[in-house]
C-alpha cells in the first residue's frame, strides 16, 4: 500500500500548501486548486505526483469522487469561514477528513468496496481525529485568524469522544493485523491528545505526546 499512500499523500500536501502557504490572494488559490481537480481527469506526463496518482486511482479502483471533496475543503480553507455550529464542524470535516480514511480503506480493501458500516467507523474517528487536531492546534489557528470551534472547549471534547466511541470499531474491518495494529495505534494517539487537551489550563498551550502520556492513557492512569 505503500507506494499508493505515497501518491495520495503528495496529491494532497500539494493541495493544502495551494490552499495555505505562500502569499497568493484566494481567487489565485482557487485557480491553482481547480486546475488540480482538473488534473484528476486529464493528468500530464510530465508532473510525477499527477502521474503517480492517476496510476494509483486506476489500479486500486478509487473514486474520483472522494479527491473532489478533499479538494472542496482545500477550496473552503483558501477563502476562510468560520463554522457556526456544531454541524458545520461536521460538514467540513466530510471533505477534510473523511476522504482520507475511506481512500485508506479502499486501499486496505484492494479494489473491493469496503461496507457501509466500514465507511461510517471510518468517518467518526477521521472526523474525531480532524477536531482533535483543531483542539491541539487553536494557538496556532487563532494566530492565523481562524477558530474551527463553534463550541467551547469542553463540549467539544465531550462530543468528539462519543465519535471516537462510535468508530472504533474500524479496526475490525482491517483485513490484516498490521492495519488494525496501525488504526488502533491512530485511534489511541488521537484518543491520548483529545485528555491532554481537556486538561490543560490554558487553551494556548499546544499539548504534545510523549511515550509518558500513550502508556498513562492505554492504562487508564490519571
Not at 489500479?59 to 469522487?65: G, Q, V
Request: proline fraction near 5%.
Amino acid at each position: 500500500m505503500r507506494d499508493h499512500l505515497y501518491a495520495i499523500y503528495a496529491f494532497a500536501r500539494k493541495a493544502d500548501d495551494i490552499a495555505d502557504e505562500g502569499t497568493l490572494d484566494s481567487a489565485s488559490r482557487r485557480d491553482l486548486l481547480e486546475q488540480l481537480r482538473s488534473s484528476l481527469r486529464e493528468p500530464s506526463i510530465d508532473d510525477p505526483i499527477q502521474v503517480a496518482l492517476n496510476h494509483t486511482i486506476r489500479t486500486c479502483r478509487l473514486p474520483l469522487s472522494l479527491f473532489d471533496r478533499l479538494l472542496d475543503a482545500f477550496v473552503a480553507d483558501s477563502s476562510f469561514t468560520p463554522p457556526t455550529s456544531w454541524e458545520d464542524l461536521l460538514d467540513y470535516c466530510s471533505n477534510s477528513a473523511n476522504p482520507v480514511g475511506e481512500l485508506f480503506l479502499r486501499l486496505d480493501h484492494a479494489g473491493r468496496d469496503p461496507s457501509e458500516l466500514a465507511i461510517n467507523t471510518s468517518n467518526c474517528i477521521c472526523t474525531a481525529l480532524q477536531i482533535t487536531n483543531f483542539l491541539q492546534d487553536i494557538s496556532i489557528d487563532l494566530k492565523r485568524q481562524r477558530n474551527y470551534l463553534p463550541l467551547p472547549d469542553q463540549e467539544i471534547i465531550r462530543r468528539t469522544r462519543m465519535l471516537f466511541d462510535e468508530g472504533a470499531a474500524v479496526i475490525h474491518h482491517a483485513t490484516s493485523w498490521r492495519i488494525r495494529l496501525e488504526l488502533w495505534a491512530i485511534i489511541h494517539g488521537g484518543r491520548t491528545m483529545l485528555e491532554l487537551c481537556a486538561r490543560r489550563s490554558d487553551r494556548m498551550i499546544r499539548p504534545t505526546l510523549t511515550v509518558w502520556s500513550l502508556v498513562m492513557q492505554l492504562f487508564h492512569l490519571r
